[in-house]
Nanobody, 118 residues
Framework: QLQAFGGGLVQAGGSLRLSCAAS????????MGWYRQAPGKQRELVAS???????NYVDSVKGRFTISRDNAKNTMSLQMNSLKPDDTAVYYC??????????????WGQGTEVTVSS
């Protein structure tokens, strides 16, 4: 399973750090990513990273958000700086987890709410 932490209320220009931890019978995790869904909008992929370390970002967060992973601990973080009101959304972590039975599943963490006030 995945658990996400770290949302909250912050003023525009501020920072927040989200964390996500995977637990269970994990053999490996390839893809991990952060999605967000703002009210009335579709869920979008904000940042992602494969186990090899290559990160990708949606254009709107480039230069402000940084994704990182600790493959040994099966954790992922999203450092969000220079936050804007448009970043307000529920953020979800996602991971493609291969279990010790060698079956790969996609898992979603529970959402964590980020609110950026102007």
């Amino acid at each position: 399973q995945l658990q996400a932490f770290g949302g909250g209320l912050v003023q525009a220009g501020g920072s927040l750090r989200l964390s996500c931890a995977a637990s269970g019978s994990i053999l490996s995790i390839n893809f991990m990513g952060w999605y967000r869904q703002a009210p009335g909008k579709q869920r979008e992929l904000v940042a992602s990273m494969f186990s090899g370390g290559s990160a990708n970002y949606v254009d709107s967060v480039k230069g402000r958000f940084t994704i990182s992973r600790d493959n040994a601990k099966n954790t992922m973080s999203l450092q969000m700086n220079s936050l804007k009101p448009d970043d307000t959304a529920v953020y979800y972590c996602f991971a493609d987890i291969t279990t010790t039975t060698r079956v790969t599943y996609g898992y979603w963490g529970q959402g964590t709410e980020v609110t950026v006030s102007s």
